[in-house]
């Protein structure tokens, strides 16, 4: 089974609060991503790492930053969040020559 | 641009009847092709995946699912459906994007499976 780890799970939030959503792997991989997902809608890419201090931008437009100063640890942070960013983030690593195996997802909301 | 096309949103199928889930792609070559399951309130597992080799790759909880070059196609199936099937089933492919690392995922809409007593 997969260690891939997402704090929390479900989040209600105010307009214009900073916040981070937290995910960690146990596996020792070297590559993580974050995905969206809309309800009805496909998952997107938003940014991904293939290593400590390496992170870039995936083919959808996103507002977060996220950090990548510990190979286990791949935060996701929204310095001010808005009701358009209302969805569902995933967290996945893997290898290059494996699969991806993703968390279970923190579902925000913002009111 | 690549994609992924599901062209089922939602199936409805009686338990025991056999399934068969659709996904086409479109790229010029054979990238790496995977099916995810996401039960509600839960992240994505994998299924199955394609690298190369054998066209008829089998998965987890007696799923299977077959490439097709010529149709440019993935679909998944399994025989005898069971009650406890009944979520949504993403198609993805994937190497594509970013280096060609296999977790840079390219996803269909996902079609949801409902599961008839």
């Known amino acids: 089974e997969a260690d891939i780890y997402q704090t929390p799970r479900y989040l209600v939030i105010g307009t214009g609060k900073k916040i981070t959503l937290e995910c960690s792997q146990t596996?020792?991989?070297?590559?993580m991503y974050w995905y969206q997902q809309d309800p009805g809608m496909e998952l997107h890419l938003i940014h991904y790492?293939?290593?400590?201090?390496?992170?870039e931008k995936g083919d959808l437009s996103s507002e977060s930053t996220v950090s990548r100063i510990r190979t286990e640890h791949f935060p996701l942070t929204l310095e001010s969040a808005r009701p358009s960013h209302t969805s569902q983030y995933l967290c996945?690593?893997?290898?290059?020559?494996?699969?991806?195996?993703f968390g279970q997802g923190t579902r925000l909301t913002v009111v | 641009a690549q994609s992924v096309t599901q062209p089922d949103i939602h199936i409805t199928v009686s338990e025991g009847a056999s399934l068969e889930l659709r996904c086409n792609y479109s790229?010029?070559?054979?990238?790496?092709l995977f099916w995810y399951v996401q039960s509600p309130g839960q992240g994505l597992q994998l299924l199955l995946k394609?690298?190369?080799?054998?066209?008829l790759v089998q998965g987890i909880k007696g799923f299977e699912a077959e490439f097709k070059r010529s149709q440019s196609s993935f679909n998944l199936r399994k025989p005898s459906v069971h009650w406890s099937d009944a979520a949504e089933y993403f198609c993805?492919?994937?190497?594509?994007?970013?280096?060609?690392?296999?977790?840079?995922?390219?996803f269909g809409k996902g079609t949801k499976l409902s599961v008839k007593p």
């Open positions: 996945a690593s893997s290898e290059r020559n494996t699969e991806a195996f």
């Open positions: 596996m020792g991989h070297d590559k």
């Open positions: 790492s293939y290593g400590v201090n390496s992170t």
């Open positions: 790229y010029g070559a054979t990238p790496y």
């Open positions: 394609y690298f190369s080799g054998d066209t």
């Open positions: 993805a492919v994937g190497g594509l994007l970013y280096g060609g690392s296999q977790g840079n995922l390219i």
